[in-house]
Antibody
Framework: EVKLLESGGGLVQPGGSLKLSCAASGFDFSRYWMSWVRQAPGKGLEWIGE????????NYTPSLKDKFIISRDNAKNTLYLQMSKVRSEDTALYYCARPGYGSSSWFAYWGQGTLVTVSA | DILLTQSPAILSVSPGERVSFSCRASQSIGTSIHWYQQRTNGSPRLLIKYASESISGIPSRFSGSGSGTDFTLSINSVESEDIADYYCQQSNSWPTTFGAGTKLELK
C-alpha cells in the first residue's frame, strides 16, 4: 500500500525557516517524480514544485521559486521541502504527492498534509 | 500560466440527483485535465484523469468529459458521501495549475 506521511509542520515566525519531510512507503520511491502542493486555509490547491528521481531536475512554480527548496533522499525514502523567509501567506497545509506513474503530472497519491502556521 | 475557472462555486443537490461540475481553461489543453475530490479535513483523491479516464476504485457514478477548453465532471446519482470540494487540474502546460474548486452541498 502506498503511503505518504508528512511531518515537520508547526508554528514559525515571519521571516523564519522550516523543513518539512515526507516519508514514503509501499512503492519504489527512487523511480518516481515527487511533488509538493499546498492549501491555504479555506482555499484551493497550489502546486509548489517537483523533483525527479535522481534529483537532477527540480522545478518550482515561478512565484514560489525563491522561497522553497525541494530535495530528496532515496536511501531514506524521504522527500523534503525547505521553506525560508516565510510570510503569513505561507500559512497552509502542505501535501506531498506522487504521480500515477513515473513522471506523469496527475497525482494518484497524497499524504495527509502537515500544517504550517506563520505567526508572531 | 493556464487559468482554470470552475463553476459554480457552490452546488446544492439532493441525494439521487445527477450533478455536473464545470471547468474551463484559459486556453486549449487537449484532454489534460484531472479531477479530484476533497472531503472535509481529507486529502485530495483522484477521481478522473485525462478528462474521461476512470480510476481504479472510484465508483462508476463518477464520469468526465470534454476537450479543448471546456470540461465536465458528472456524478450520476449523488450519495451523501459525495459531499466534498471538487477540483480540476491541468497538466498540459507547465506549471500545472488547479481550479479554485466547487463545493458540493446537500439541499
Amino acid at each position: 500500500e502506498v503511503k505518504l506521511l508528512e511531518s515537520g509542520g508547526g508554528l514559525v515566525q515571519p521571516g523564519g525557516s522550516l523543513k518539512l519531510s515526507c516519508a514514503a512507503s509501499g512503492f519504489d520511491f527512487s523511480r518516481y517524480w515527487m511533488s509538493w502542493v499546498r492549501q491555504a486555509p479555506g482555499k484551493g490547491l497550489e502546486w509548489i514544485g517537483e523533483i525527479n528521481p535522481d534529483s537532477s531536475t527540480i522545478n518550482y512554480t515561478p512565484s514560489l521559486k525563491d522561497k522553497f527548496i525541494i530535495s530528496r533522499d532515496n536511501a531514506k525514502n524521504t522527500l523534503y521541502l525547505q521553506m525560508s523567509k516565510v510570510r503569513s501567506e505561507d500559512t497552509a497545509l502542505y501535501y506531498c504527492a506522487r504521480p500515477g506513474y513515473g513522471s506523469s503530472s496527475w497525482f494518484a497519491y497524497w499524504g495527509q498534509g502537515t500544517l504550517v502556521t506563520v505567526s508572531a | 500560466d493556464i487559468l482554470l475557472t470552475q463553476s459554480p462555486a457552490i452546488l446544492s443537490v439532493s441525494p439521487g440527483e445527477r450533478v455536473s461540475f464545470s471547468c474551463r481553461a484559459s486556453q486549449s489543453i487537449g484532454t489534460s485535465i484531472h479531477w479530484y475530490q476533497q472531503r472535509t479535513n481529507g486529502s485530495p483523491r483522484l477521481l478522473i484523469k485525462y478528462a474521461s479516464e476512470s480510476i481504479s476504485g472510484i465508483p462508476s457514478r463518477f464520469s468526465g468529459s470534454g476537450s479543448g477548453t471546456d470540461f465536465t465532471l458528472s456524478i450520476n446519482s449523488v450519495e451523501s458521501e459525495d459531499i466534498a470540494d471538487y477540483y480540476c487540474q491541468q497538466s498540459n502546460s507547465w506549471p500545472t495549475t488547479f481550479g479554485a474548486g466547487t463545493k458540493l452541498e446537500l439541499k
